[in-house]
């Protein structure tokens, strides 16, 4: 056994000093549109034309950019003949649309966050890189937060994919499980607004048409570091983006 | 455990016109035999339904062709059902038959092809056909507990439709639902499992397992809890659009699920894709492969519990997930695939900065991989478990690694070649243990096949362009196929007049491999079960579409 003890050993430190400092290791993150202007009407509109998903809408000479819709088909950026802008970030937690703020948990969780996280029909991609963040390069255990078997024990549930007809009664179940206070963080673009499979006989088209939500991290997948984030942000470590400041931001 | 597939060397695999051949000898006037046309070879249509049985015996065992799948459409006044064979090496067989709309009952071929069993009772679930002789139909896809009794939503109805019809088609879940157990005996239980578990970092499955003290005598897994009816919603759409759900509806193989997607549209327009584009497909689906495969082995390391190899290989992934991402712009390769070839091209630096981070990955790979040979704490816990031995796997049409690890070496890059494999030269590795170890090394071996595969597919890049013009026509059927990480990926595509989707069918690996899962899950002590679900790397979410 010694033999995996030295490997270990003289691997040295790999993980991320996020959030002390920001992350800029190239591939951590696809990056997203950002509302961008152009010279004409005519040229926001093409670029809003693009999008197979309407997340991109034509607002005078500037091509406004919703990412809670965005899937990450990445036309709008290399396809167009009016390419958007694009911003290699990943803090996206964002408080829903129509709600005031964000209200943190006590402070007593900050350093000890239990999680739980439902597959109510997610596609792999979320799920995955969220399970990324118990590897060494994040390891956010180093942060006191960790995932938990039982929704007993858990204070925030994250929820990958767009919630199936077949998933509806466990999420619903896990959700009545937790103990007060507790948190819901939709994870991933299917899980803010039903993304590419949206609203239909076997899909509920986001987590927010079942269960309060009350953080959503969008991305198709949400990279690691964006759901790092939203889980600072359900511990007031740091601060969510509101809703219309999304839109309205641009580079 | 040493095995013997004697029973595998009774027939020998046929050509396609020996099967033409024989079948018409044997068959004669029942059906009728033709050259098949959207990527299929050999086409039989069968006049006489009875027959369907004996014909799918025939091809599966006696021409020794591995199962693919079925079709399943409903036409104006009645069904279709495409029941697709492989023979390996010389392509796809279609056998055809029609039944009435009024009387939708087909005989059972799962008594002959036991790998059919799922596919026809997904038919039954989703379109409300009737399989005679069938032994267990209901209660699969659409769960009962949810979905009232008499839906079939996959019938030919509209899907806004179905979508206002949505309350009514649920109803609430019925408490008392249970599920069917077979272990009788004193002292005996069923222990649930899922499908949220692990803390919820497991795919959304559901086990039953069946004990008597510490022994497991079975586990069945219930799936489709991420049932989102992918094939019923892409009715309708154009084909630009149902591209998008190919390639997000199990992202662990996306870009193979893109191919095989974009492969069927370019073979409906006779459009043949730049020689680049070629080279760049095989470049991204093995750099895809390669990813993949550090997964799995990460999820075994870490099945075991030998932690430090489960976080380095972790940390091979997680870079190889960065490298695609810097290379494509996605760590997934979402966005890359389009009919007629790729979105964009990438610079011969970019190709080189890729080969250094596939090198590197790699070559950590190699040593980790000596470590793990070398710790017999951690082999024992893989040596003789979760066995599928090669006649179960020949059975059950094993598909993938998976297969390949129980003697199965099929593998459609080799055996019926896409984009431009043919002239590529590799060995398909095979072994023939069917446990978790063979399993493993199978993992690896591929791994190491794939990186060459990258370095071959850079040399062979010439300059060019990466896309040829492919506009989706009017009315049109064809399939399209890719080995996906896991195991073939089938896509089957009918356009209707207008060039939306009339009917999309998608098979994948996943589904035929978790219908065999259970062999593998007889009889076995209780704390092996993470490790034999790690081992076969099953995708729930690909299996359920």
């Not at chain 1, 939709?186 to 088209?205: D, M, P, Y």
């Not at chain 2, 020996?18 to 299929?40: K, P, Q």
């Not at chain 2, 243990?433 to 990258?454: K, N, P, V």
């Not at chain 2, 040399?459 to 060019?464: A, D, S, Y």
């Amino acid at each position: 056994m010694s033999f995996w003890f030295w490997r270990g050993l003289k691997k040295g430190v790999q993980t991320t000093r996020y959030p002390r400092t920001a992350e800029v290791a190239a591939g951590v993150t696809p990056g997203r549109p950002i509302t961008t202007d152009f010279r004409s009407v005519e040229a926001a509109v093409l670029a809003a034309g693009v999008c197979p998903v309407g997340a991109i809408t034509a607002r005078g000479k500037s091509a406004h950019v919703d990412l809670r819709l965005c899937i990450h088909c990445e036309r709008c950026h290399f396809d167009g003949v009016r390419p958007l802008g694009w911003q290699a970030d990943y803090e996206w937690a964002t408080v829903p649309q129509g709600k005031p703020r964000y209200e943190p948990l006590p402070q007593a969780y900050g350093r000890s966050l239990h999680i739980i996280v439902v597959d109510a029909g997610d596609c792999g991609a979320c799920l995955h890189e969220v399970k990324q963040l118990n590897n060494p390069l994040y390891n956010i255990h180093r942060l006191g937060m960790f995932f938990t078997a039982s929704p007993r024990t858990a204070d925030v549930l994250l929820v990958v994919g767009p919630v199936t007809e077949n998933m509806r009664v466990p999420l619903l179940k896990t959700y009545e499980a937790m103990p007060d206070p507790k948190r819901v963080v939709a994870v991933g673009t299917c899980a803010v607004s039903g993304g590419i499979f949206g609203q239909s006989f076997v899909s509920a088209g986001g987590v927010s048409s079942v269960l309060p939500v009350d953080l959503e991290i969008p991305g198709d997948p949400a990279p690691p570091l964006a759901v790092l984030h939203g889980l600072l942000v359900v511990t007031g470590r740091k601060a969510a983006i509101r809703h219309e400041a999304v839109l309205e931001r641009s580079a | 455990m040493a095995v013997t597939p004697s029973s595998l060397r009774t027939s020998k695999r046929m050509k396609i016109d020996e099967i033409a051949r024989t079948i018409r000898e044997r068959f004669g006037s029942t059906l009728l035999v033709s050259h098949g046309d959207g990527g299929v070879t050999l086409s039989i249509a069968l006049v006489e339904p009875p027959i369907l049985p004996t014909i799918s015996r025939f091809l599966f065992w006696d021409a020794v062709c591995t199962f693919g799948g079925i079709i399943v459409e409903q036409l104006q006044d009645n069904w279709r059902l495409s029941y697709l064979f492989l023979s390996p090496g010389s392509g796809w067989i279609e056998v055809l038959l029609e039944v009435p709309s009024s009387t939708p009952a087909v005989p059972s071929i799962s008594a002959d092809v036991h790998a059919a069993d799922w596919h026809e009772r997904e038919a039954e679930d989703l379109f409300g056909l009737h399989f005679e002789g069938h032994p267990r139909l209901g209660d699969f896809i659409l769960h009962d507990q949810i979905w009232p009794e008499g839906v079939a939503p996959h019938r030919k109805l509209h899907r806004k439709t179905m979508d206002a019809h949505r309350d009514r088609l649920r109803h609430r879940p019925n408490p008392d639902w249970r599920p069917l157990l077979v272990v009788q005996d004193p002292g005996a239980f069923a222990m649930p499992v899922g499908p949220v578990y692990e803390g919820g970092l497991g795919q959304s499955v559901h086990f039953l397992l069946e004990t008597v003290g510490e022994d497991v005598v079975r586990a069945v897994p219930r799936l489709f809890y991420n049932f989102r009816a992918v094939e019923k919603i892409a009715e309708g759409e154009p084909v630009s659009h149902a591209l998008l759900l190919a390639e997000r509806f199990a992202a662990t193989s996306s870009f193979a699920h893109s191919l095989a997607f974009c492969l069927a549209v370019e073979r409906m327009c006779r459009v043949e894709v730049p020689a680049r584009a070629k080279n760049l497909r095989i470049l991204l689906g093995e750099l895809e492969r390669l990813r993949h495969h550090a997964g799995a082995i990460a999820g075994i390391c870490e099945s075991t519990a030998l932690s430090v190899a489960a976080s380095q290989v972790a940390i091979i992934e997680e870079l190889l997930l960065r490298a695609s991402c810097q290379f494509t712009g996605h760590r997934y390769l979402f966005g890359l695939n389009t009919p007629g070839g790729l979105h964009r091209d990438f610079t011969s630096e970019a190709c080189t900065e890729l080969l250094g981070a596939v090198d590197r990955a790699v070559s950590d790979l190699h040593r980790l991989e000596r470590g793990l040979y070398f710790t017999s704490s951690f082999l024992d816990r893989l040596e003789d478990v979760g066995i599928v031995d090669p006649e179960s796997a020949r059975d059950l049409n094993f598909v993938g690694p998976v297969g390949r690890a129980s003697g199965q070496a099929v593998d459609l890059r080799r055996d019926c070649p896409y984009e431009g494999y043919g002239a590529y030269h590799f060995e398909v590795p095979r072994e023939i243990e069917g446990d978790g170890y063979a399993r493993l090394r199978i993992l690896f071996q591929e791994a190491y096949q794939s990186t060459e595969l990258i370095h071959e597919a850079i040399k062979r890049l010439e300059p060019g362009s990466v896309s040829a013009s492919c506009e989706p026509p009017a009315h049109g059927l064809a399939l399209g196929w890719a080995e996906a990480p896991i195991g073939a990926a089938l896509h089957w595509l009918r356009l209707d007049s207008s060039g939306l989707v009339k009917r999309y069918r998608i098979i994948t690996a996943s589904f035929n491999n978790w219908l065999g899962f259970r062999v593998a899950v007889e009889d076995f002590a209780f704390q092996d079960f993470p490790i034999i679900l790690a081992t076969f790397g099953l995708s729930a979410t690909e299996c359920d579409r």
